[in-house]
């Protein structure tokens, strides 16, 4: 799979744990490229980060003073893996509306495009992608829940979760069946009520991203993990795996653990 990244739209230190998440959800990213025009001021601060995760810059000259070609490489590099590869999955890590088209042509000739970008990510590029994220929600900076007209009730988010996501609980939750020792299984659980919100839900793409930090627990399961954290913590019997749709229409996968559900 590949991760291609608008540099001049995406902040450098945003993109550990997107790099993160993608390999606990799909394993190896063997591409990952970074775009821009890398003798510009502006991009500086990304060198730590190309080199800290092996990304490779790809310099996008602006030939004209008031222009940049950062999407046109971009767009060129994605037809091209498109065209002549075997991916299945082409990750954009952009805010800019423009890839929308892109992301279209993509789906088009049958890959999975996932985005990662802002909040404030134009709409039609947000449902161009099969999966879009937020990239304060993967880093741990919650969006604020939206407030209560005056003189109206607050929104009944409980409802909401069972009305418009879908719960999927393993049969089992005892530690027994999962294989794992009991202290393993309550750092687990500690770790994910920890990140979670007052509904007691944690971000799938955040929980990755705090155990692949952990390695002491990490080193503890032993075996469990097969590459993909995504798929052990969903898999696992600790958690109820709960999809919902996003502002846009696109699900995101949360956690809640089991003692914490109804």
């Known amino acids: 799979m590949a991760v291609l990244i608008d540099a001049d739209n995406v902040a450098p230190g945003k993109i550990g744990a997107v790099l993160t998440a993608v390999a606990a959800e799909h394993g190896g990213v063997g591409i990952r490229r970074a775009y ?22 790809i310099d996008a000259i602006a030939f004209s003073p008031r222009k940049q070609c950062t999407d046109h490489a971009m767009v060129a590099d994605a037809i091209h893996l498109a065209l002549m590869t075997d991916l299945s999955v082409i990750v954009l890590v952009t805010s800019d509306g423009d890839f929308t088209d892109l992301a279209m042509r993509l789906r088009e000739y049958g890959l999975r495009v996932e985005g990662f970008g802002k909040q404030n990510t134009p709409a039609p590029f947000v449902r161009a992608c ?10 741990g ?17 409980t409802k909401k979760a069972t009305k418009n996501g879908r719960a999927k609980a393993p049969a089992k939750s005892s530690t027994a069946s999962t294989g794992l020792a009991p202290e393993v ?8 009520d ?16 705090r155990l692949n930090q952990q390695r002491d627990l990490k080193a503890k399961l032993n075996g469990h993990l097969s590459g993909k954290t995504g798929r052990f913590l969903k898999r696992c019997g600790l958690f109820d795996v709960i999809e919902r749709p996003g502002k846009n229409g696109t699900p995101t996968t949360y956690l809640r653990s089991k ?4």
Do not use: Y
Request: one cysteine or more; a neutral charge; charged letters at 25%.
């Open 259 to 262: 003692s914490r559900s109804a």
């Open 141 to 157: 900076h919650p969006r604020p829940e939206p407030a209560a007209a005056p003189g109206q009730p607050a929104p009944d988010t």
């Open 194 to 209: 920890k990140i979670a919100d007052k509904e007691g839900l944690a971000n799938l793409a955040t929980a990755c991203h």
């Open 130 to 139: 099969d999966r879009f994220t937020v990239l304060d929600d993967l880093t």
């Open 36 to 57: 821009g025009d890398w003798d510009r001021p502006h991009l500086s601060g990304w060198r730590p980060a190309v080199l800290a995760h092996s990304i490779r810059r």
């Open 185 to 192: 299984a309550d750092s687990l659980r500690a770790m994910v």
